[in-house]
Structures are given as structure tokens and as C-alpha cells.
């Protein structure tokens, strides 16, 4: 469960203008439900889910993630999270399966039930063929996979994507896609952002719309259409955001 309640971002800008990023966001994200965070560029979507894994503090209100607070309890709520960004680094000199094995010690992960959960996940995301390929040589999206399995190494009731498929070539898209659809099944909590409309309409359960810092909208897709009068997403996505 996330409960995000008037959170709220400022920072500095130049010649010290305050540049307000998320203002005064509400909402709420329950186990089992895919819910997308979708908006222009400059929206406020990568601040909001970086106050969520606790990578930045909040200027004002309060967000609770898996039931503990952000800001009073950020050790919890990171081992209670996955995050994974289109830029979450992997070491250059650490093998796929090393990297993974890494983070899962890290977690604490006991040995047996670690190797077991590696194995699935390495099929589950078809890992298998660069398990011990060092992460420097791999492309992208392998990387990206990499990302995605040491983000659920762990097992983390909540996953927190920030467009997790940018840059990915249609079939590891949809090995993505594929992925955090079963982690839904399993009853997990995601929230994902993304300005890919076909990625929203294959995916969320419900969405929220930002603009400016701003919530503009927040409901299922069909609840949205009928609000706003408008079938088609893409054009209602424009009006909203306008
Ligand atoms: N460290 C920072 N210092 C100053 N301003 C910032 C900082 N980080 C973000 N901002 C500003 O906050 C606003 C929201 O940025 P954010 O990256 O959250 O948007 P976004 O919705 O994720 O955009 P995109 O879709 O382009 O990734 C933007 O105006 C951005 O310039």
C-alpha cells in the first residue's frame, strides 16, 4: 500500500526562484493494483516516486509506503521497496548473476531461498543467455533486466518503476510489460510513470494525471473517459494537460 497525503516539493532554481515540483499530491495505491503516474516532461512524476523510495525528503505533507513513513522511517520503507529508474546503475566489473546475488546479501535474503528466487527470476526475465556476462558488456535492455530482478530480489511488496521500458526495444518492452503484470497477479503494489499511452492502457488498473506538480485527474481509465467525455486516451491525456 502507498498512501501519499499533500506531498509536496520545492527547490531552489536559479537566482534562487522557487521551483515547486510536486504540490500538494493525494493519493492512494493498494496491493494488487497497477497504478501510472503519467504527465508532460517537468510534471513532477520522477520527484513524487523519488520521495517514495525515500531518495528525496519531502518540503511538506507525508507519504506512507508499505505502511511506514518516508521521512521517519526511510530504512523500513527501502527495505520494504523496489526501485528501478531507466538509469539504475549496474557495476561494470560484476557478472548478471553476481550483481543479483549482491543485493540479495544485501537484503539479507537467506542463502537457500535466495539461489531458489534467483533461478525464477533469471527465467522468468530470460536472463539465462548473459547470467555471467559482466555488466559493462551488456546492451541496454539487458541491463534493464538486470535492474528489474535486482529491484525484486528481495521480494518487496511495493515496486516502484520510473519508466521502466525508456529505451527498450519492443520485445523486452514486452517481457517488462509481461513482468510486472505477474507481480500484480502476485498482489504487489506498483505504481509506474510513463508517457507511453499503449503502456497505460495494457497495464493500469488506475491512473493519475499530473501537470505542473499538480493532480489533474486520478481514476480508472474508464472512469476518466466517462468523466471527460473522451474515448480516446491520448487526446484526453492533451486536454487534460494542457
Ligand atoms: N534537483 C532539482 N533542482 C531544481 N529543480 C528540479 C530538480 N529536480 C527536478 N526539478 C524541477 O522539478 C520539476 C519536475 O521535475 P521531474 O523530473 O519530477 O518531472 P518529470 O515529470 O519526471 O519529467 P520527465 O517526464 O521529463 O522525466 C521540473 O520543473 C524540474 O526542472
Same mark, same amino acid.
Given at each position: ?13 536559479? =537566482? ?12 492512494? &495505491? ?40 518516508? &521521512? ?14 531507466? !538509469? ?47 555488466? =559493462? ?16 530480489? !528481495? ?75 473522451? !474515448? ?11
Amino acid at each position: 500500500m502507498i498512501e501519499v497525503r499533500d506531498l509536496s516539493k520545492w527547490f531552489t532554481g536559479p =537566482g534562487g526562484l522557487r521551483v515547486t515540483a510536486v504540490d500538494a499530491l493525494r493519493f492512494t &495505491v493498494r496491493p494488487g493494483e497497477v497504478f501510472g503516474l503519467l504527465g508532460p516532461n517537468g510534471a513532477g512524476k520522477t520527484t513524487t516516486l523519488r520521495m517514495l523510495c525515500t531518495v528525496l525528503t519531502p518540503t511538506d505533507g507525508t507519504a506512507t509506503v508499505a505502511g511506514y513513513d518516508v &521521512v521517519k522511517e526511510p530504512g523500513e520503507v527501502r527495505r520494504h521497496v523496489g526501485f528501478l529508474s531507466a !538509469n539504475t546503475g549496474v557495476y561494470d566489473r560484476m557478472t548478471a548473476w553476481e550483481l543479483v546475488e549482491y543485493y540479495g546479501r544485501l537484503h539479507q535474503v537467506p542463502p537457500d531461498e535466495l539461489r531458489q528466487r534467483m533461478e525464477e527470476l533469471f527465467d522468468t526475465l530470460q536472463m539465462r543467455t548473459f547470467r555471467d556476462v559482466r555488466g =559493462g558488456k551488456l546492451s541496454t535492455g539487458m541491463k534493464q533486466k538486470l535492474s528489474i530482478a535486482r529491484a525484486m530480489v !528481495n521480494d518487496p511488496p511495493v515496486l516502484i518503476f520510473d519508466e521502466p521500458t525508456a529505451g527498450l526495444d519492443v520485445l523486452v518492452q514486452r517481457a517488462v510489460l509481461d513482468n510486472i503484470k505477474k507481480l500484480r497477479d502476485r498482489g504487489k503494489t506498483i505504481i509506474f510513470s510513463t508517457h507511453i499511452m499503449r503502456e497505460v492502457e495494457r497495464l493500469c488498473d488506475r491512473v493519475a494525471v499530473m501537470a505542473k506538480g499538480r493532480l489533474v485527474a486520478c481514476g480508472t481509465l474508464d472512469e476518466l473517459r466517462e468523466m471527460y467525455k473522451q !474515448n480516446d486516451l491520448e487526446e484526453l491525456f492533451f486536454e487534460l494537460v494542457r
